[in-house]
């Protein structure tokens, strides 16, 4: 089955009434702004944003699933339904819908897609929110990790000095240029800086951040700002951020536009933690 990835508030309720027992909405706002109301039906899985990966070897990989799976199971989710994220909007949660479809596809889930614009798209739109809590049974859900999908920490290693690899930073500027190395506090991390020879383009630009209501470009629009850095359909990308939330956001953006890419899930939090991995640490000016 094609699902589509971007699902507008209409389709969403279309949806909803034609197979709502095969429908799951997944909120990843803080459990506080879920609680005051959400999407009606919906429940609410902050740690598709909150969990860092400890590292991507396959240990930790293995760590992250099985995490995973006993939340999934634990709320109802066998990962055969059509799931459907969202967050408040797209370009001010640090992408944590696009971070929670990335997982989800990693998974294994099959049916995946993101509520356009967000909740805050839904309360355009005068839908009804509700401040009830659904009551799920527990499943089992069933693993199917997709590694194609994933670049891990060994892999981006070796693509350092590989120039048919794109190396994408989609950080906020100040991490971009060394000032900090999170987008929590500047010395979050131990290194600032970037993974040498990696281009930078910040994750809001492939948005209409200034918009009542962010979404993503036009697929042209985003295609052409990508062929500034040099980027197209031909290219292989493999996207990088803090926790690989952001690179997710940008990951689907990217897909929206015809050019593929891998989520470096591990990001700066894995990589600036290792001091056996080359970084580039001048502070520059963009």
């Known amino acids: 089955m094609n699902t589509q990835l971007l699902i507008s508030p209409q389709q969403l309720t279309s949806l909803l009434a034609e ?8 909120d990843t706002r803080s459990p506080e702004n879920y609680g005051i109301a959400h999407i009606p039906q919906s ?22 699933q099985e995490y995973f799976a006993e939340i999934m199971s634990r709320v109802g989710i066998s990962g055969t339904e059509h799931l459907i994220i969202y967050e408040d ?42 401040d009830e809590i659904p009551k799920r049974e527990s499943s089992i859900f069933r693993l199917h990790p997709n590694a194609d999908i994933m670049v891990t920490t060994a892999e981006m ?16 500027r100040d991490e971009w240029i060394g000032l900090s ?22 994750w809001h630009r492939l948005m209409n951040s200034d918009s009542e209501i962010p979404t993503f470009r036009s697929p042209t629009e985003i295609q052409e700002i990508c062929q500034s850095i040099g980027i197209t359909s031909e290219s292989i990308v493999y996207i990088y951020c803090f926790k690989g939330s952001r690179a997710a956001n940008t990951l689907i953006a990217l897909e929206q536009a015809g050019i593929s ?11 600036s933690r290792d001091f056996s991995l080359p970084i580039d640490s001048t502070v520059i000016s963009v």
Do not use: M
């Open 261 to 271: 890419a891998k989520n470096y899930f591990g990001s700066w939090n894995e990589w």
């Open 157 to 172: 290693l070796q693509a350092i000095d590989n120039p048919a690899i794109i190396k994408l930073d989609v950080r906020d």
């Open 89 to 130: 909007t797209l370009n001010k949660g640090y992408g944590q819908s696009c971070r929670a479809a990335f997982l989800l596809k990693y998974l294994g889930c099959p049916q995946v897609s993101i509520l356009h614009g967000g909740y805050q798209a839904w309360l355009k739109a005068g839908l009804p929110t509700t």
């Open 181 to 202: 190395s999170s987008p929590y506090n500047p010395d979050f991390c131990p290194r600032k800086g970037r993974i040498p020879n990696a281009v930078w383009l910040e």
């Open 19 to 26: 197979n709502s027992l095969k429908t799951v909405l997944i």
């Open 43 to 64: 429940i609410n899985i902050r740690d598709f944003f909150t969990y860092l990966l400890e590292n991507s070897s396959p240990a930790g990989l293995k760590e992250l």
